[in-house]
């Protein structure tokens, strides 16, 4: 951690609760700058698989891919045999 870290975490120990409040406030804020910085040198393309994987969900299920094709064909022909 570098030497302004700690002197800013040391001031931030030293001030009352409600005080700490404005500060992550703060902080926020500024983290919200440094994202839409990021942002900026994205490309669209880069931009689209961004929110693409944050829409995307992760499955618990583990998945059969072999027997999931044997079943698809078998509904798909089965009225061939």
Do not use: C, H, W
């Amino acid at each position: 951690m570098t030497v302004i870290k700690e002197q800013a975490i040391e001031l931030i120990k030293r001030l009352p609760d409600d005080k700490v409040f404005y500060v992550v406030s703060i902080l926020e804020g500024l983290e919200g700058l440094y994202s839409e910085r990021e942002e900026i040198r994205l490309t669209d393309s880069q931009k689209a698989y961004q929110s693409l994987q944050n829409l995307r969900k992760k499955g618990t299920a583990e998945l059969d891919y072999k027997a999931e094709l044997i079943q698809a064909l078998e509904e798909k022909y089965e009225s061939l045999g």
